[in-house]
């Protein structure tokens, strides 16, 4: 229990920042906060991979946009011509569908957002179950590069293919409807109510996280880090370790990928590029790698910033920056217990011949 | 039969012949050596016993079936042990996390019940944290339960890592140079704990180049030289083969 | 498929091919020194072309391009000196994400420059509309330069490696950077000459190619990717390897135009690149044994 005692501070501070926020009329701030939280939910993940399981991805925006775009997509496209084929016959007899109208009046038929969520999620851990077969194999550049193209080959395909929407991306996608009137969309009446469902979402993916690495998988990942070749004649069966976080992380992407898709109302190719992949490799290497609470903390602090537009025109330069820095300087973060020695040495340096030696 | 039968065994490294032609058996709660010097193939020896890489040929049986093709961690599930010469510590963790990895095989909890905290989990992980920290009292290290590994101090690195091993309640036990950079004092308590580890039932198959510890000790004693075995007897055999002697000895 | 259209595919891929194997000799000169996959190899080439374009207002072609190319081994050396010189024993991890940030840093320092227009030098002789013919297809005479550009570096880096001494320390530092320190060499500088080495010939292709393939802030990650598929389908390490792989990717690229539809003709490059890493990652030409050996 003692590992989950620091959400509380952490959701007095959810629920103070909303009470501010509605009572100085800044509501606006929710909006990117609830957007700050989806994002985090995929570092989160990926802070698993890298920081536990070892393992670099430089693709995980491709699973976010296998997540988002398979659900807007299901939700968005109209099922009215196939009508009559018996798979859909069915699926609209068991309530999956959602029936309606278009603003021009056209009758209308999807998939209903319950299901597609599903399929979205199902779809990214297949996929990420056969590329990270042959994927995890690699080590070091070659899994970079490997991933990479898997990424760049994502973003081709929502890219060039016409069902999503070519450069365009997916508008229009409807509200996401959970469980006693909870819905996850984008209308201004339903902004604090989203704010929770995201926090809600972003903690429970924590709590899941962090229960997991504290536990017998959680210390055959980090066995897996400090010695591979201990760890497995310990009895850990790396690969399987390896593909099994994979996969967790790819889920908990695509997770954020179709919430955020409803909430939204829409997804854009750009979510899919290589920089949002390098983007979330930079906020786990600033968060401190195998910390997941430092990824937590930047990954709002960092999306927060950066969708407020605080970084201009500069944002991509920000986080290549932080990822040089970082990485030069604090390559264990800047939370580590060595970076902070580090800055407090560098600050201390003309009072003290010697510092505590190693 | 025998507990762990090593068949013609050959390992090339390139055009090295690190292990030539090595058989020999390990009965069920002997304590067994494999001495010769720097280079014999030691250590070579027992990273194809546990599995670390694959020989050129030949065959390894333990508990009589065949541990060619299986991979470390499939062998670790069967009930085999092992240290290293150089300690291999799981940096990062605590000395009593490392424990704890050694209960790996023993444990079953998996990533979605591991996420959910399933209720028979939290007996599992009361278990396995009880049973780490005896091995811990056991090799009398408690007191450094919480410290991280890496940062210990040798001996009490190499305790962490038997305790690590035992925690696997293996079978057969592997030990490189166990007592290897210990003063003479840790080296006879080293002694002293490989014989308590016989008597709780478990088979320990040992390298280790201190031969007063390796006399006092073990049951049997096979001797490589450049790969090849060139002795198997009693410790009072040993002693007196005048090959051995030579190769100890020196020639000139 | 006409015999006219096929040489003209042909000399495509060639021309493509040879611009990917000199960015994939780029990325092999500095893993053989340091064992680092630079990241940012491609935006030497964008540097090259996006540099000379601009100092062609200046001064005559041939200037602009050398001076250009200079200038992009400048920033090559600086590169090693700011971020790789002073790192101790780096991890892979670590080197992979800083040549990352460098590459993305390059980029947006481009962007802020020179801004997101597609721009070319002129054609070094002629214009777009003149030809030459060659086997009765009609090329650009660009597509010479760019071939003898590529064979020109491609062998004098050879006798450069082979008969200087400078050049042979490198190898000495390639094949054993330890024993190389412990022999004198000073490996420090030989690492900031790899840099500047592929830097500068990254420079050079992105000036012979820009006429035909334009110049743009962000043409370096693909090609990048290219190159990497290139090292690692000839072999990582080898340059030999890189010029015969590049050009099969280059004519496999131009032929399958008519096959596989414009928008994924970048996957192309990608899913070779996936399945190579998958099946050989030692390369075509590599032995299993001797990539074992390498640290990734
Ligand atoms: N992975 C490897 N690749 C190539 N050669 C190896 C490898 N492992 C061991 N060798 C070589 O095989 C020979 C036997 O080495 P091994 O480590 O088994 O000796 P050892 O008997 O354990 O020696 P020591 O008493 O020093 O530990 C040595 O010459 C060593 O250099
Ligand atoms: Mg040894």
Redesign the interface.
């Known amino acids: 229990m003692k590992r989950l005692l620091p959400i509380l501070p952490l959701l007095a501070c959810v629920i103070g920042i909303q009470i501010v926020c509605s009572g100085t009329d800044t509501l606006y701030y929710l909006t990117q906060m609830t957007m700050a939280a989806y994002y985090s939910l995929l570092i989160l993940g990926l802070c698993v991979l890298m920081g536990y399981a070892g393992q670099i991805s430089l693709g995980h925006a491709g699973f976010f946009a296998i997540g988002g775009y398979i659900s807007a997509g299901l939700t968005t496209h109209s099922l009215v011509p196939f009508k009559d084929n018996g798979l859909i016959r069915f699926l609209d007899s068991t309530g999956l569908l959602l029936s309606g109208q278009t603003l021009y009046g056209e009758e209308l038929l999807v998939i209903s957002p319950g299901l597609a969520c599903a399929v979205a999620i199902l779809s990214a851990a297949v996929i990420a179950v056969f590329i990270g077969i042959p994927v995890l194999k690699l080590k070091g550049h070659y899994l970079a590069m490997a991933t990479l193209g898997f990424g760049i080959i994502i973003y081709r395909v929502v890219l060039a293919v016409e069902y999503f929407g070519e450069a365009d991306g997916i508008s229009e996608v409807p509200a996401f409807p959970l469980f006693a009137g909870l819905s996850v969309n984008g209308n201004f009446g339903d902004r604090v109510a989203n704010y929770y469902i995201a926090w809600g979402v972003l903690l429970l993916g924590l709590i899941l996280l962090l229960n997991l690495i504290d536990s017998r998988v959680g210390r055959g990942l980090r066995g897996i880090h400090g010695s591979e070749e201990a760890a497995d004649a310990m009895g850990v069966d790396t690969a399987r370790f390896k593909l099994q976080t994979f996969v967790l992380s790819a889920v908990f992407a695509a997770v954020a990928g179709v919430f955020l898709t409803h909430y939204n109302g829409g997804i854009g190719p750009s979510e899919a590029g290589v920089m949002k992949s390098v983007r979330y490799v930079a906020i786990v290497a600033v968060g401190g790698m195998a910390h997941l609470w430092g990824a937590l903390l930047m990954g709002i602090v960092l999306n927060f910033l950066s969708l407020r537009g605080v970084f201009g025109s500069y944002d991509d330069a920000v986080f290549g920056s932080i990822l040089i820095v970082i990485m030069l300087f604090a390559p264990n973060g800047i939370l580590s217990i060595s970076f902070r020695h580090r800055l407090t040495r560098f600050f201390t340096k003309g009072k003290q011949e010697k510092g505590g030696g190693a | 039969m025998a507990l762990l039968e090593v068949k013609q065994l050959y390992k090339r490294f390139?055009g090295l012949h690190a292990v030539t032609d090595v058989s020999f058996s390990v009965e069920p709660g002997q304590i067994k050596a494999v001495i010769g010097p720097n280079g014999a193939g030691k250590t070579t020896l027992f990273n194809i016993i546990?599995g670390?890489f694959p020989a050129t040929s030949g065959s390894v049986l333990f508990q009589g079936k065949e541990l060619q093709g299986k991979?470390?961690?499939q062998?670790?599930?069967l009930g085999m042990?092992?240290t290293?010469q150089n300690i291999?510590?799981?940096?990062?963790?605590t000395a009593l996390?490392n424990v704890?990895?050694?209960?790996?095989?023993q444990?079953?909890?998996?990533?979605l019940s591991?996420?959910?905290?399933m209720p028979w989990?939290w007996r599992?992980?009361v278990a396995?944290r009880e049973r780490s920290m005896e091995l811990l009292t056991l090799l009398d290290i408690a007191e450094h339960a919480n410290t991280d590994a890496?940062s210990l101090a040798f001996g009490q690195q190499r305790a962490v890592e038997l305790a690590?091993a035992l925690a696997?309640k293996p079978t057969l036990l592997l030990l490189d140079e166990p007592a290897a950079g210990l003063n003479i004092y840790e080296t006879a308590e080293v002694g002293r704990l490989i014989t308590k580890i016989r008597d709780l039932g478990i088979t320990v198959l040992l390298v280790e180049h201190d031969m007063s510890l390796v006399m006092d000790i073990s049951d049997e004693i096979v001797v490589l030289c450049f790969g090849e075995k060139i002795a198997e007897d009693l410790p009072a055999a040993i002693q007196q083969d005048p090959e051995v002697i030579k190769i100890y000895l020196g020639e000139d | 498929m006409t015999s006219e259209l096929f040489i003209q595919y042909l000399l495509a891929g060639i021309t493509y091919g040879s611009i990917y194997a000199i960015v994939a000799i780029g990325f092999n000169i500095i893993y053989n020194t340091t064992g680092i996959i630079n990241f940012a190899q491609g935006e030497f080439v964008m540097f090259g072309g996006m540099i000379a374009i601009t100092l062609l207002q200046f001064m005559p072609l041939p200037l602009a391009i050398g001076l250009s190319v200079i200038l992009t081994m400048i920033i090559g050396a600086g590169i090693e000196i700011c971020f790789i010189r002073w790192l101790k024993a780096p991890s892979v991890l670590r080197l992979i994400i800083i040549t990352i940030g460098i590459s993305i840093l390059s980029r947006e320092v481009a962007v802020h420059i020179w801004g997101e227009s597609i721009r070319s030098l002129p054609y070094f002789v002629g214009n777009e509309v003149s030809s030459i013919s060659i086997f009765g297809a009609r090329i650009s005479p660009q597509v010479l330069w760019v071939v003898a550009a590529s064979a020109l570096m491609f062998i004098c880096l050879g006798i450069f490696f082979k008969t200087t001494s400078v050049g042979r320390e490198m190898r000495a530092c390639a094949s054993n950077r330890k024993a190389a320190t412990l022999c004198g060499i000073n490996t420090e500088n030989m690492v900031t000459l790899s840099f500047v080495l592929s830097a500068g010939m990254g420079a050079l292709a992105g000036c012979v190619m820009s006429p035909i393939t334009y110049s743009q802030y962000d043409m370096g990650t693909g090609l990048a990717i290219k190159g990497f598929t290139v090292a690692i389908l000839g072999g990582l390490g080898s340059s030999g390897g890189a010029v015969v792989a590049g050009l099969l990717l280059g004519v496999i690229e131009a032929f399958s135009v008519s096959v596989v539809p414009l928008a994924f003709q970048d996957a192309i490059a990608i899913a070779i690149l996936l399945v190579i890493l998958f099946i050989r990652p030692q390369g075509l030409f590599g032995s299993k044994e001797a990539s074992a050996l390498k640290e990734f």
């Open positions: 390139g546990s670390t991979k470390p961690y062998v670790a599930a042990a092992r290293y291999k510590m799981f940096s990062g963790m996390e704890m990895v050694g209960c790996h095989v444990s079953s909890a998996g990533f591991s996420m959910f905290r989990i599992e992980e396995i890496s690590r696997m």
